[in-house]
């Protein structure tokens, strides 16, 4: 398989957290956003979103979408499941996950952030007030969703880890980047605690990619 991502991708660090649950052997092929490669033809062909990650198939069908590529990871590939096993459980997880790559995300992506900028003119400081505004917002849902339910472990949902871990990774690893405290989520930083002491999290962390600047590069990554 191939995987089209690029270093500081959320979306590119929830597929490289699965491939290595799934034991995936893959070559990551670095993209770069800021470089705007991601909006080139020969990516675009791939992938006309223009978005990361993209994940090749050794068949040639070009998956996308995070959230579609965990679902087709747990589904086609053997080894720990990223969903419970019980209907209601899923749902849970894929509550959680929504809240975070469907709900938050998107408003932190490039395209927006240039959009803020560039036919806004909204500037810096007000674009990282809007950063940090919807990442506070979306991580204290989350620890309301996480804090006292019964169905909490030492992941998100009991104590192996699932998608909704995969998701709430990557944007815990953002909100620290944007210097938010987690003082006030005590289950969401214990979950990313837990969830970034595993090997498969830790080595698909966005400083540990070949494509990361070389000075800020560190394998393994302790948050
Ligand atoms: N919902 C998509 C998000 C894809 C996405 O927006 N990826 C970002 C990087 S995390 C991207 O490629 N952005 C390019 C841009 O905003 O121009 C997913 O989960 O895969």
Not at 18 to 42: C, T
Not at 44 to 52: D, I, R, Y
Not at 74 to 94: F, I, N, S, T, W
Request: aromatic content about 6%; proline content about 7%; hydrophobic content about 50%.
């Amino acid at each position: 398989m191939k995987l089209y991502s690029f270093w500081r991708s959320l979306a590119s660090f929830r597929v490289r957290i699965a491939l290595n649950i799934k034991g995936v052997v893959y070559e990551q092929i670095a993209v770069d956003v800021d470089r705007r490669e991601h909006r080139d033809g020969a990516y675009a062909a791939l992938n006309p979103q223009m978005a990361l990650p993209s994940l090749v198939l050794d068949d040639g069908t070009v998956l996308t979408q995070s959230l579609a590529i965990l679902d087709y990871l747990d589904e086609a590939c053997p080894g720990p499941a990223l969903l419970p096993d019980e209907a209601k459980g899923r749902a849970r997880v894929r509550a959680l996950a929504a809240m975070i790559a469907c709900d938050a995300h998107p408003l932190t992506t490039p395209r927006v952030q240039r959009y803020l900028a560039e036919v806004l003119h909204v500037d810096e400081a007000a674009r990282a007030a809007w950063l940090k505004h919807w990442t506070a917002e979306m991580l204290g849902a989350v620890e309301a969703q996480l804090a006292g339910h019964a169905a909490t472990g030492r992941f998100a949902h009991g104590d192996a880890p699932t998608t909704a871990d995969i998701c709430l990774a990557g944007h815990v690893t953002f909100a620290i980047n944007q210097g938010l405290g987690l003082g006030s989520m005590p289950t969401v930083q214990r979950v990313f605690e837990a969830a970034m002491a595993l090997p498969a999290f830790a080595s698909a962390h966005p400083l540990a990619q070949p494509d990361a600047p070389a000075a800020m590069r560190r394998n393994p990554v302790v948050p």
